[in-house]
């Protein structure tokens, strides 16, 4: 069983920074693409940051310049690096990965979405 667990969130003032970690564990051949989430009570679900599977990184422009997503491939691991933050960061964070659980020649990659449990944000004086 495949699963994702974050760390890192917590109440931060006005401008202040966190690190956000999330670690994919469990049984798959590669990731193809991984990021962060957050959902504010009452709003949708929206992308922060991610990697594509490219490799590109995507950013939401009211995170641009503020926040930094980077990985470690051999710790299956993302982080985003939150600076500069503003009361309207302050949602439920989520890890979100699209992982290869199979591969054969004849049928190709199995992909396998995968949601961490969300770690709480909050930025307030």
């Known amino acids: 069983q495949v699963q994702l667990v974050e760390s890192g969130g917590g109440l931060v003032q006005p401008g202040g920074s966190l690190r956000l970690s999330c670690a994919a564990s469990?049984?798959?051949?590669?990731?193809?693409?991984m990021g962060w989430y957050r959902q504010a009570p009452g709003k949708q679900r929206e992308l922060v940051a991610g990697?594509?599977?490219?490799?590109?990184?995507d950013y939401r422009d009211s995170v641009k310049g503020r926040f930094t997503i980077s990985r470690d491939n051999a710790k299956n691991t993302v982080y985003l690096q939150m600076n500069s933050l503003k009361p309207e960061d302050t949602a439920v964070y989520y890890c979100?990965?699209?992982?290869?659980?199979?591969?054969?020649?004849?049928?190709?990659?199995?992909?396998?979405?995968?949601w961490g449990q969300g770690t709480l944000v909050t930025v307030s004086t």
């Open positions: 469990g049984s798959f051949f590669s990731i193809n693409t």
């Open positions: 979100n990965a699209d992982l290869v659980t199979e591969y054969n020649d004849y049928d190709g990659p199995t992909y396998l979405e995968v």
């Open positions: 990697f594509t599977s490219l490799g590109e990184i």
